[in-house]
């Protein structure tokens, strides 16, 4: 009989299921990826609503913050157990978690919607709440990661058995899924990852996890792709994405958009992962995230600009479908004009599709 194989098997530490977000009675420990990799070291959450400001705070980044949001969940199940409304308490936790970053709180409201219905089943069997919150938690991250692995072999299926990958920001399981694939199959293929300030989520977070996989990396400054393109013979360009619009925008970290316009100056393809959002019709129904500014004018604890200079920080930005070659999805590749067409192929609509 063939062995189950969990979906984060030969992935990088960053992207084993317990060091992501991880449930335990009365408190979530979720890793700060703010310090990864120089240090190891979780935030223990005790309340749903420090979960929820652990999310804001970007202690998890990229997809970290939907399990986080589904952890929190079970903590809020919980912190309420002997609550006499605890649908309703949920319910109000549901909307905190999911609100915590404006940008992606569709596809927030997915996941804890889906652990609302989870506890809802769980009361009207007799059963604990948090513990039917954790186990929907696990299969979401069972059945994301597997999607996430059969997006890989769409993606690596247009990788060049040698050949150089730039990335952008932490595309997080897409990263080990792809580059684990592109392992199995006996490419050689090395990534080239901007640092994506100012939380440098490309240096410590995607370079990492290639590392850790073997996989040959170099960081560069986020004022060098360009010259890159020109002088390390790049052959494609990668990255997911917070919001896929149905009428082809993608929304991903502040810099995408940029990569894009140089893919496309010197021909090289580009491919976004992920599955479009169905609420958003338009780009019109994104909101873009302004954080701090004055995370812009500091590094590693240090200002780094005269007082009185102003900074301005806008956490994502748009990349339109004109600059996309095509959207790569468990479902296979698409043209960003033909979204709509995913969801006739598939028919998950329950939270597991962030």
């Known amino acids: 009989m063939k062995q189950y194989r969990r979906g984060d098997e030969n992935l990088a530490f960053l992207l084993r299921y317990e060091n992501i977000a991880w449930y335990e009675a009365g408190s979530v420990r979720i890793l700060d990826r703010r310090i990864y990799p120089t240090k190891k070291e979780f935030v223990v959450c005790h309340k749903y609503q420090e979960v929820a400001q652990a999310i804001a705070d970007m202690v998890t980044q990229s997809a970290g913050p939907y399990y986080a949001a589904a952890m929190g969940m079970a903590l809020a199940a919980w912190q309420c157990r002997e609550s006499a409304d605890p649908l309703g308490y949920l319910t109000q936790a549901a909307y905190t978690l999911s609100h915590a970053r404006p940008t992606t709180s569709v596809r927030m409201e997915a996941v804890t919607q889906g652990c609302l219905r989870a506890a809802g089943q769980a009361l009207a069997a007799g059963r604990p709440l948090d513990q039917a919150i954790f186990a929907y938690s696990l299969d979401m991250l069972e059945a994301r990661y597997r999607r996430i692995a059969q997006t890989a072999v769409y993606l690596v299926d247009l990788f060049p058995q040698k050949g150089c990958i730039m990335t952008q ?13 592109a392992d199995e199959r006996g490419y050689d293929i090395s990534l080239i990852c901007p640092e994506t300030r100012p939380y440098l989520q490309g240096a410590r977070l995607t370079a990492s996890v290639a590392c850790d996989q073997g996989c040959s990396v170099t960081v560069i ?22 919001a896929i619009t149905m009428d082809g925008y993608v929304v991903n970290k502040v810099g995408t958009f940029q990569i894009a316009l140089l893919a496309n100056y010197f021909h090289v393809p580009c491919y976004v992962t992920g599955a479009p959002d169905k609420r958003h019709h338009t780009i019109e129904d994104v909101t873009i995230e302004e954080r701090d500014p004055e995370q812009v004018l500091h590094f590693m604890g240090q200002r780094t600009a005269m007082p009185g200079v102003k900074g301005w920080y806008p956490a994502f930005d748009i ?8 959207v790569i999805t468990d479902q296979g590749p698409f043209s960003p004009l033909r979204l709509p067409e995913y969801f006739e192929r598939q028919n998950e609509d329950d939270g597991f599709l962030v």
């Open 169 to 181: 920001c932490f595309a997080e399981t897409i990263v080990g899924a792809m580059l684990r694939e």
């Open 221 to 242: 400054t986020d004022n060098m792709p360009g010259f890159a393109f020109r002088q390390k013979n790049i052959s494609l360009f990668t990255c997911a994405a917070d």
């Open 319 to 326: 990349t339109p479908p004109e600059l996309i070659t095509a």
